[in-house]
């Protein structure tokens, strides 16, 4: 089965702390990974996007997430958290079902930043 | 370029009633995706629109439909309201192709009293 885990509902960091928000997941051949942040009544944004190369990404918002195959796992970093990164964030996978792609996300992981 | 526009931005309706959401997508999209958001289960896919056909559909009543026009645009519609269909319902438009991801809309929040 196709999957997307994000193991923590809420992650709290301090201002000035490196942040890490993690996320596994199970999906047949080569994934296609991303990460999304959502603020409250607002959509979902984008932050950063894994398909092929380099291991460690750069995103939006000092932003960067690693992706490690043999672990299965995504986790989204930043070396310095920001009371405005409070956010809700989403990991999503897109992967090969039938002939058609299709999105799975993670339930999503609630970061607070705290002053 | 413009992003994905979701109108209305904020909707109540009464229960029984039936309500159309629409999506306009990002101009050169093919592909419109929706969800429905509520807080106990995160987010849910309802179906996906490419090229005016349905091409993947999520686990949802047959009261929740939808279709695509040949601008891209697509519309959902809910049928005979439900409590439980109150959610914030986001579009997500696509390429449909290649290393694609979703830029998505804002919403529309969905309120059935």
């Known amino acids: 089965a196709q999957s997307v885990a994000q193991p923590e509902d809420q992650v709290n960091v301090a201002e000035g702390n490196p942040l890490t928000v993690k996320c596994t997941y199970s999906v047949s051949g080569n994934p296609y990974l991303f990460w999304y942040v959502q603020y409250p009544n607002r959509g979902l944004q984008f932050l950063l996007k894994?398909?092929?190369?380099?291991?460690l990404v750069k995103g939006s918002y000092g932003f960067e997430a690693e992706f490690n195959k043999s672990q299965t796992s995504f986790h989204l970093k930043k070396p310095s958290a920001l009371v405005s990164d409070s956010a809700l964030y989403f990991c999503a996978v897109r992967g090969l079902v039938g002939n058609f792609n299709k999105f799975y996300f993670g339930s999503g992981t609630k970061l607070n930043v705290k002053p | 370029k413009a992003g994905v526009t979701q109108t209305p931005r904020y909707l109540i309706k009464t229960r029984g009633q039936q309500v159309t959401l629409s999506c306009s997508p990002i101009?050169?999209?093919?592909?419109v995706s929706w969800y429905q958001q509520t807080p106990g289960q995160g987010l849910q896919f309802l179906f996906e629109y490419f090229s005016e056909t349905q091409r993947n559909k999520g686990n949802f009543p047959g009261r929740f439909s939808g279709r695509q026009f040949s601008n891209s645009r697509s519309e959902m519609n809910v049928s005979t309201l439900e409590l439980g269909d109150s959610a914030l319902y986001l579009c997500a438009s696509s390429t449909g192709q290649g290393a694609y991801g979703y830029t998505f809309g804002s919403g529309t929040r969905l309120t059935v009293v």
């Open positions: 101009s050169g999209h093919r592909s």
């Open positions: 894994y398909i092929t190369g380099d291991n």
